[in-house]
């Protein structure tokens, strides 16, 4: 007796190219994604009447309407955000090979507009004692 072969069924369609392109997107967003840290805190820029460059900088500092300093996305007191400050400039400039009479990379600060501008002059020289001989201030336009 002669049986007739079963009918054939159709191999599954293979999703392995679409998993191809899916991880290629991936790989193609994540190499050119800017991933940048949250602001520890909220900040108020203060209004200037001009528009400027967008201050660039290795180290930004922020501080908050209450005269609180924050770096690297630590909200710290004062003492404590100016040491972690002076301890990453130390090893930019180990990293890069600072050396004496070369000029540190320019410090971004973030201030809120309604911090006094007494509290902002005295930071000033605090900073400098740090070794940094440029600070740009964020602000923005009208």
């Given amino acids: 007796m002669r049986f007739t072969d079963p009918p054939r069924r159709k191999p599954p369609e293979s999703i392995v190219p679409m998993i191809n392109v899916v991880f290629l997107l991936l790989v193609f967003f994540l190499m050119t994604a800017q991933i940048a840290p949250p602001d520890p805190?909220?900040?108020?820029?203060?209004?200037?009447a001009q528009d400027g460059p967008p201050p660039e900088g290795e180290f930004?500092?922020?501080?908050?309407?209450?005269g609180e300093l924050a770096y690297s996305g630590a909200?710290?007191?004062?003492?404590?955000?100016?040491?972690?400050?002076?301890?990453?400039?130390?090893?930019?400039?180990?990293?890069?090979?600072?050396?004496?009479?070369?000029?540190?990379?320019?410090?971004?600060?973030?201030?809120?507009?309604?911090?006094?501008?007494a509290r902002l002059a005295a930071l000033m020289p605090r900073l400098g004692a740090l070794g940094f001989t440029?600070?740009?201030?964020?602000?923005?336009?009208?």
């Fill in 41 to 48: 805190f909220e900040v108020s820029p203060p209004r200037m």
């Fill in 75 to 117: 909200v710290l007191g004062q003492k404590a955000a100016l040491d972690a400050l002076l301890a990453a400039k130390a090893t930019y400039c180990a990293k890069q090979g600072c050396h004496e009479g070369a000029t540190p990379p320019p410090l971004v600060l973030r201030a809120d507009a309604s911090v006094p501008a």
């Fill in 134 to 142: 440029e600070v740009q201030l964020v602000t923005v336009t009208r």
């Fill in 60 to 66: 930004t500092l922020h501080l908050g309407p209450q």
